[in-house]
């Protein structure tokens, strides 16, 4: 039978310190703290509903994130 596979660690921090800060700094901030995976959506994005872990999303209006989940 085949190992278990480890799943990408992901940060600890809470995603609502990245809400408000420019979007490229959070990406960079989001990667620093180890987030393997950052991805920047426009509001109202239709995206897939599956958790990834290890995957930060930012909601970003203006280069500005005004929302931020894991997954």
């Not at 960079?28 to 930060?56: C, D, K, N, Y």
Request: charged share 20%; proline share 11%.
């Amino acid at each position: 039978m085949a190992p278990t596979p480890t799943p990408p660690a992901e940060s600890q921090d809470s995603p609502q310190a990245y809400v408000g800060l420019a979007a490229d700094r959070a990406e960079q901030l989001a990667r620093e703290h180890g987030w393997p995976t950052v991805r920047s959506l426009p509001p109202g994005a239709v995206i897939t509903m599956e958790f990834r872990t290890g995957r930060l999303n930012f909601e970003v209006t203006d280069g500005t994130v005004t929302r931020c989940w894991k997954g």
